[in-house]
């Protein structure tokens, strides 16, 4: 059964370091996003792209976020510089069509951030 | 704005038998879906059930079945004879005009043998 992909699953960096990480969903998935869920609470969208393009980034900390998807395939979200409050796991899922409320989104395994 | 509401961080349920999950939303749209979300300790988190805010009728999946009641903007979820299994955290989300997912806190299910 296809699966997203995310790597790394842990990561352990300084504060003001730089950060990566990696998604790649489910083939022929369309639409990708990135969620962040702190310990003990619910996931919070980050971003979401339609193909290569940004749907909706409204709640991505711009100064310090960002994400790509440049071939509409794979993703990379980055932070810099990391600070402790960034510390969580970051979801990436993917779903076939544009519209979440018709279909279900699929979710990558996460990578845990902690910021020390 | 939407928002999710689980109001049970925690709840215990003995092996075989049936534990309810309660969950409420708030919306001002007509057109709109609602999920459970599984998510065990250390794995990705996975669909358990879905119900469409237009069918009256209410889903089931196996031993998993929801309580939809729109005009409550309730939406909770049974599960029956309830396995060691089960145990994670579950999550209710809700999916409207914007495309993307809403969740809940999430409710720490623990399953007693």
């Known amino acids: 059964e296809a699966e997203v992909a995310q790597s790394p699953r842990y990561k352990i960096t300084e504060k003001s370091q730089a950060v990566a990480f990696w998604c790649d969903p489910i083939?022929?998935?369309?639409?990708l996003y990135w969620y962040r869920q702190i310990l003990g609470q619910g996931p919070e969208l980050l971003v979401q792209?339609?193909?290569?393009?940004?749907?909706?980034d409204s709640q991505l900390p711009k100064d310090r976020f960002s994400a790509e998807r440049l071939k509409g395939v794979d993703s990379t979200l980055k932070i810099q510089p990391a600070e402790l409050g960034d510390s969580a796991m970051y979801l990436c899922?993917?779903?076939?069509?544009?519209?979440?409320?018709?279909?279900?989104?699929?979710f990558g395994p996460g990578t845990r951030l902690t910021v020390t | 704005a939407q928002t999710v509401t689980q109001s049970q961080p925690e709840m215990s349920v003995q092996e075989a038998e049936t534990v309810t999950l309660s969950c409420t939303y708030d919306t001002s749209e007509s057109d709109y879906y609602l999920f459970w979300y599984k998510q065990p300790p250390s794995r990705q988190m996975i669909l358990v059930i879905r119900q469409e805010a237009y069918k009256q009728q209410n889903a089931t999946e196996n031993r998993f079945s929801v309580n939809f009641q729109k005009a409550a903007k309730s939406f909770s979820l049974k599960i029956s004879d309830s396995q060691l299994g089960d145990a994670a955290m579950y999550f209710c989300a809700y999916g409207g005009s914007q495309g993307n997912l809403i969740f809940g806190k999430g409710t720490k299910l623990s399953v007693k043998p």
């Open positions: 792209f339609q193909d290569e393009s940004v749907v909706d």
């Open positions: 899922a993917s779903s076939q069509y544009a519209r979440t409320k018709d279909y279900e989104q699929y």
């Open positions: 083939s022929g998935h369309a639409t």
